[in-house]
Structures are given as C-alpha cells and as structure tokens.
C-alpha cells in the first residue's frame, strides 16, 4: 500500500535528502520551515466548517511539511505549539508557532499561518503547481547541520571547506544545487505503478501516513494544553 503524500516525490526533496545524506551540512542540528499564505475571504464563504475546530491550517496543511521535514530530518519526538486566531477571530486557528524536537537531537521550528501577505509556503516557493504564484527568491525551509546550510527550495548550499574551517569568523564555500525538475503527481503515478508491478516498495508507507497525522494531532494537543507533547504518547 501507497499512502498519496506527492510531495515526498518532488526533486526538490529527494534532492535535498541525497545532500543531507552525503555529510556536506554535517550533523543536522537545527531546521526551521513555514508554511505562511493568504487564503481569500471567500474561501471561508464557501465553506463556513472552515471557520470551525478542525477547519484550519493545522489538520488541512500542516501534515505535508510534516511529512518532508520527517524525510530530510528524521523521525520527531516532541511538540510545543501555540496558536492565535486573532487576526480573524474564527473559533479556529490562523496562526501557529511550533517547536520540534528530533530523536537525532536536531531541533526546529515551524510558522503556519493561512492570514499571512507571505510567500514562504511550498506552494509558492517550489513553483510545482502552476495554479499558485511562486517566488524563486523565497524558501519554506532552512536545514543546518555542523559544517553547512541548505535552504530549499532555492538549494543554496553553503558549508565549510574542512573542520579547521568552521568557524563564524571564516567564509562559506558556497554554491547553488541543481536540479532537473519534473511534476511530483507524475512521479508520484509512476512509482505506484512501479509498486504495483513489484519493482520498488512504497516511498510513503501507511506507517509514515500515520506517524504523519500522530506528529499533527500532536501540534493539535501540544495548542489545547500548553504541554510538550510526545509523539508516543499519541494513540
């Protein structure tokens, strides 16, 4: 069984993932990504159980970041999270601020807000789906590790030429990755006929579907009780 998390199948991520896995950043020690947007007025017009608990960015967006900062950083153990609705005082969220704690030891943080005039979400950043307006100066995530950076989407890739190197008070070695761009939804299509076929095994299995959706009711718990909230407690 294939669970349909298409952007796990975007160049972008696997890209990323082959540079974090040849040691160029080093260690991975902090990542912070965001997924910040307008949704329009209407969008909450045509739907009012948006305006509700349950409607807002947390369940509907949240869990595809989950998914690929799971990828590139390993497996989460840990949430603190707060939210507002204070922009537009909906009885659900619009804004959120999360902390995520790594079984490596890596930490991070996450913006989600569906009320910010912001272009750092991966809808406009990846510039994959056509449908949105994307910004190729933009970034929804930064991942640093011992001995460099990467933001993605624009893979700048900036590390230190040796460990005598590293440190604040020397330059990067600094260079752009690149990448051949293809559809996520068609690769997506293609590796599930190629499952099918028993030629590879899922990329996205029912247990990263569901350690994805337990990490987002995490968020969803770690908000209502102002607790850290660990993953294995999540039924």
Known sequence: MLVGHHRMHSPIIKRTREII???????????????????????????PWRTKEGGGPILINLIHDIGNLRYLCGEIVAIQSMASNRRRKFEVEDTVAISLSFANGALGTFL????????????????????????????????????????????????????????????????????HRKDPLVEQLNHFCRVI???????????????????????????????????????
């Open 21 to 47: 896995e040849t040691g160029a950043i080093g260690q991975v020690v902090a990542a912070h990504g965001s997924a910040m947007f307008y949704k329009p007025d209407d969008y909450f017009v045509a739907a």
């Open 112 to 179: 989600l807000s569906d009320t910010a005039g912001s272009g750092c979400s991966w809808e406009q950043t990846s510039q994959e789906n056509k449908a949105y307006a994307s910004y190729p100066d933009e970034d929804c995530y930064h991942i640093a590790g011992t001995n460099g950076s990467i933001s993605v989407p624009t893979m700048r890739l900036k590390y230190y030429k040796s460990e005598e190197d590293r440190s604040w008070w020397k330059p990067f070695e600094c260079e752009d990755v690149s990448l």
């Open 197 to 235: 076929r028993k030629e590879e095994k899922p990329l996205v299995t029912v247990r990263d579907g569901l350690q994805n959706l337990r990490v987002t009711e995490a968020v969803v718990e770690a908000v209502k009780t102002g607790r850290t909230i660990y993953i294995d407690d999540i039924a």
